[in-house]
Each structure stands twice: as C-alpha cells, then as structure tokens.
C-alpha cells in the first residue's frame, strides 16, 4: 500500500479543507462587479455582487460547521505531537484505538501493538526526556467519511541529547462505531531522512 498522500475528493475540499478555492473567485467576482457599478452607473452588478457575497457567505458557513475526516485526523495528530512533548500518557493512550499498531518503514513490515508500547517502562522512560517535540509539517487528506490520513513531520529534543531528531509518521485516522475518531495505523517512514528499525522505540538510543 502506497504511503502518499491522497487527494481529497473535490467537493470536500471546495466546501471543508480548502474553502479559498471557491470564496477567492467569488470575493473577486464581488470586487469587479462593485468597480463596474460605480464606473458605469449600473445596478445589475450590485445584484451580481449580493448573489457573490450571498454565495460567499455560504460557504464561510459551510466550511465552519462540516468538519471533514481530514480535518479530524490532522486534529488527532496535532494532539499526538502535543501530548508526546508533555508525557501525557493518559491523553495520548485516548487516542488510539484498541487494536492500534504501529509499523516501521511502511504498511507492510513487522508492528507493534501501540497499547503494549505505552505500557513500556522502557518507552516510558524516553518520553519523559522529551523536552521539545515541534511539528514541521502536516498534510492531511479526506480518504471517504470515515477515515483521514495525516502525514506528519516532527522534529524532537530530549534532555540527553540537544540535537533536533528530525521524525516523519503516516498516520490513519478512522470514525469508531461509538463516533469518535482514533488513530488505527502508524508508520513510523523516517528517523534522521532513513526508515527506522523495529525495536527503537522500546529500547534507549
């Protein structure tokens, strides 16, 4: 299974996860009818303009109530990287869904169950040395109405070591039968620009 990045569907994004793609055109179409109003004396652009404003407001209502699944995984993810920095054990085991498991590398190889790592002393440990942990980057898409895809850059310092751990994680994010939306899939596909190996989690560097 590929670990890109897919693209929403359009009507998601148009309406959820990128609103200026209809509302700039819209906003522009408001400008120009106003400008050709006032220049030409004429009162059909006015209505033109309230049609564009209208329409634009719409959609600014639209995009503010309808929270797509991408939009819900980038939250969940944004919440992991926040709650691993704090060593908030508790918060970050609530994101997880029961049968959770962590992959290194891609879908494909050997995982872990994430239940059993957060209950590693070992892991427990490590977490607890994170003093910084800054997202660099997140991308998110809609995959259908119950699953999101965040793909999700880090860069990590502990208190043994002042050099910034760059990370990059695939994580999928689904809608539960009980409507809460929990992480279900990880992979871990860089540790320093390079896949990391099974074990580097539970044991010290």
């Known amino acids: 299974m590929e670990l890109d990045l897919p693209s929403s569907p359009i009507l998601v994004r148009l309406f959820a996860e990128s609103p200026l793609l209809c509302s700039v055109p819209l906003v522009c179409t ?11 004396s004429q009162w059909k652009p006015i209505f033109i ?13 639209v995009t503010t109530i309808n929270v797509s699944p991408g939009e819900h995984a980038a939250q969940i993810a944004q919440d992991l990287a926040r709650f691993a920095e704090t060593a908030d054990v508790v918060r970050l085991d609530k994101l997880f869904a029961p049968d959770a498991r962590l992959h290194y590398g891609s879908l494909e190889s050997a995982s872990d169950d994430i239940q059993s790592i957060l209950r590693n002393s070992q892991w427990l440990e490590q977490i607890h040395q994170i003093e910084a942990n800054t997202i660099v980057s997140l991308d998110f898409a809609t995959v259908d109405r119950e699953c999101g895809i965040v793909i999700l850059g880090c860069r990590t310092t502990v208190d043994s070591n002042s050099q910034m751990i760059p990370t990059r994680w695939w994580i999928r994010v689904r809608l539960t039968p009980e409507n809460s939306w929990l992480i279900d899939r990880i992979v871990w596909t860089e540790l320093f620009l390079h896949p990391p190996v099974r074990g580097v989690i539970s044991h010290r560097p």
């Open 30 to 40: 408001i400008l120009l009818s106003l400008w050709y109003a006032w220049s030409s």
């Open 49 to 61: 303009a309230v049609a564009g404003l209208l329409a634009t407001a719409f959609i600014v209502t």
